[in-house]
Every structure is written in C-alpha cells, then in structure tokens.
C-alpha cells in the first residue's frame, strides 16, 4: 500500500540543523511531489515548502526562506526535509504529504495531499 | 501568506449537522478550486476529506461535504458521531505554487 514513513524524533539546541527524511513506497516516486507541513504545540497546521520529485522545483514558505532545503534522492525514494540555524519556534511535529500538483506554464499548482507520514517531533532547546 | 481564517471551536449533539467556515481572500479561495479539508486526531497524521472545494476521496463518508461561496469555504458534517470529534483544518492554493492553512477548528460533539 502507499504509504511514507518518516525519520524519528529529533532534539536540538538553538542554532543547529535537523534533517528529516521520508520513505515512500507503493507508487511510482516521481509521479507526484511531496508537501512538508509542521504543526507547533497548540497551534495549527502551517505549510512549510513543496519538492517537485520529478523536475526537483520547490517552493518555501516565506517565513523560513533562507533556512530550508528541501531535496530527494529517487534511488531511495526518499524526500528530505533541512531546517537551519533552528529556533525555540521550530519546536513542531513535521509532516511530509504525497501532493498532487499539475503544472500550467511555468507554474506549479498545488492541488491536495492524499497520503501523510507518521510525522517526526522536533524539539529545539538549550 | 496570511493563514485562513477558521472559528477556533464548534460543538454538536450526535445526528446533528454542524459546518466549519474557512475564510480567505480573492488572492487564494476566492481565486482557485483548490480548497481542501483535513481531520487531525491528536498525535497522528492529517487525513484527506475534501479535495477541490468539494470533491471526497473513496473511502470518506458522505456525510463529509464542502462547499464554497466567494472567499469562504464551508466543511459540512451531518449525522455527526462521537468519532467525528477532531480538529478540522482548511487549506487552499494560495498562487506562486504556495499552500495556506486555516487555524484549525476543534468539533466537540456533545
């Protein structure tokens, strides 16, 4: 069955990085794109960034622009998530979703995510 | 990318109907038929309810419909059950290949 399965938790100090990786299996990798979505303790759902698997396209949110990476590896079939320079405020669960999307143009949009990973704690503190 | 605007909380007795309104603006609701809905328990991952203002995947009940009016996106749930009880977030296209969340809305049924 499809499914994503993500990297376990993560505890860092302020300032360093976390790399979260996602495994798909049951699809073809490359025939749809992967969404990261966080969620902060008490607070909603925030878009993170998007990763075209085929054409390796992304797109982040503005907020962390400068700070995540975004990139797969289609021999693992795995997407990963870099986060830098973290904050107290990164401190979230991180989501990685199967996104469908279609191009039109030089524009990608962004259409919903079916399939979600387990997701993966992040904590940042000194 | 302001974050849509969701009622913190809604409540209803079982059998009830109950509808969750997800608000935006002309730049990412009101522009695109990309709306999508999604039912959060606590500690597991988002599930897919409504796709494209008003589509349902296979396998989620009907009694899980959307619809949209201008910038304003509704989830409507009728029959509510117990196991309805979950956050519901509302998301859409939001242009320049972006998505946006709603702040989630908490359904308690009573």
């Known amino acids: 069955q499809v499914q994503l399965v993500q990297s376990g938790a993560e505890v860092k100090k302020p300032g360093a990085s976390v790399k979260v990786s996602c495994k798909a299996s049951?699809?073809?990798?490359?025939?749809?794109?992967i969404t990261w979505v966080r969620q902060a303790p008490g607070q909603g759902l925030e878009w993170v960034g998007w990763i075209s698997v085929y054409t390796g396209k992304t797109s982040y949110a503005q907020k962390l622009q400068g700070r995540v990476t975004m990139t797969t590896d289609t021999s693992t079939n795995t997407a990963y998530m870099e986060l830098r320079n973290l904050k107290s405020d990164d401190t979230a669960m991180y989501f990685c979703?199967?996104?469908?999307?279609?191009?039109?143009?030089?524009?990608?949009?962004?259409?919903?995510?079916?399939?979600w990973g387990e997701g993966t704690t992040v904590t940042v503190s000194s | 990318q302001s974050a849509l605007t969701q009622p913190a909380s809604v409540s209803g007795s079982p059998g009830q109907s109950i509808t969750i309104s997800c608000t935006g603006s002309a730049s990412d609701i009101g522009n695109y038929k990309l709306v999508s809905w999604y039912q959060k328990y606590p500690g597991e991952a988002p599930k897919l309810m409504i796709y494209?203002?008003?589509k349902r995947p296979s396998g989620v009940s009907d009694r899980f419909s959307g619809s949209k009016s201008g910038n304003t996106a509704s989830l409507t749930i009728s029959g509510l059950q117990a196991e309805d009880e979950a956050e519901y977030h509302c998301c859409s296209y939001g242009g320049e290949t972006t998505l946006v969340f709603g702040g989630g809305t908490k359904l308690t049924v009573l």
């Open positions: 494209e203002d008003t």
């Open positions: 049951g699809y073809p990798f490359s025939s749809h794109s």
């Open positions: 979703a199967r996104t469908y999307s279609g191009s039109f143009g030089s524009e990608f949009y962004l259409y919903y995510m079916d399939v």
